[in-house]
Structure formats: structure tokens, C-alpha cells
């Protein structure tokens, strides 16, 4: 990968405009980013994006086994489409449902970490001021209306 960020920068990124964002970017220190740490946020990019996608999948099959309905539609909607272009898969309203669901229900994210500014009471319980705490939105997506 390294190779190919030289490479692209002597080429002066000759279709490969994004990345020429990327090598423009600057650290927290305002210094240009290394060739080294442009290579590596690539290869974390296209791993990250790997893993999420898969996290998708195994998690959105692990819910329709408990729906055989919507295992049915899905597979309907998806035997109807048009054609097998991106743009054909991309009018399946009810697997972006399956998805979108998939995701509200197991966010690849856990919550975000926050540090109470003042004393708070949350539930009958006392939380101090300076106390680290964090919202799961998994627990409140799961929770009845």
C-alpha cells in the first residue's frame, strides 16, 4: 500500500482524486501526514469497512432466523427485482428495511463516553459531577415503545 501512495503522489493522483484529499490531510499537529499514516489509514479504512459489512450480514441473518415472514419477503423482493445492476439492488425497500432494522437493533457502535458536568439523578440514582458515564443506545432500541 505504501507503494502505492508514492506512487499516486507521482502521478500526481491521476485519477485518484480521493485519495489526494487524504494525502493533503494534516495531523493534530498541523504537519502533512506521512506517506507511512496515509498507507495505514487506508489499510484500516477497507478493514474497518470489511468487518462492519460483515457484522451486517451475520447480525441481519441472526434476526430473520427468528422472522420467517420477513425471510419470505425478502427473498420475494429480492427474486422480483429488475435487473442486477447497483442501481436495480438499490430498489429493494424492504432488505434496506431488513438492513436499516439490523442496524438500529446492533449499532456498530457502543455508545459514546461523556463526564458529567454537574451532579445528576437518573432513574432514583445519584450520579456525581466528574463521573465518566455512557448512553448504549442498544439497550434503549431494544426497549418497548
Known amino acids: 500500500m505504501l507503494r502505492r501512495v508514492r506512487l499516486a503522489r507521482e502521478k500526481n493522483f491521476e485519477g485518484l482524486e480521493p485519495l489526494k484529499g487524504l494525502c493533503e490531510s494534516v495531523d493534530e499537529n498541523g504537519q502533512p501526514l506521512s ?22 450480514m451475520a447480525c441481519s441473518v441472526l434476526l430473520l432466523a427468528d422472522n420467517p415472514n420477513a425471510v ?12 442486477d445492476t447497483l442501481e436495480d439492488w438499490s430498489r429493494l425497500p424492504f432488505s434496506t ?28 440514582f445519584l450520579i456525581p459531577k466528574g463521573v465518566v458515564v455512557t448512553a448504549d443506545q442498544r439497550i434503549g432500541n431494544r426497549m418497548e415503545a
Not at 432494522?101 to 432514583?124: D, K, Y
Open 72 to 83: 419470505t419477503s425478502l427473498l420475494n423482493e429480492v427474486m422480483l427485482r429488475d435487473g
Open 35 to 56: 506517506d507511512e499514516r496515509v498507507a495505514t489509514s487506508l489499510v484500516l479504512s477497507v478493514w474497518g469497512a470489511y468487518i462492519e459489512t460483515a457484522s451486517l
Open 97 to 124: 428495511g431488513v438492513l436499516r432494522e439490523t442496524l438500529r437493533l446492533n449499532p456498530p457502535g457502543g455508545g459514546g463516553f461523556r463526564q458529567t458536568s454537574e451532579e445528576a439523578v437518573i432513574g432514583g
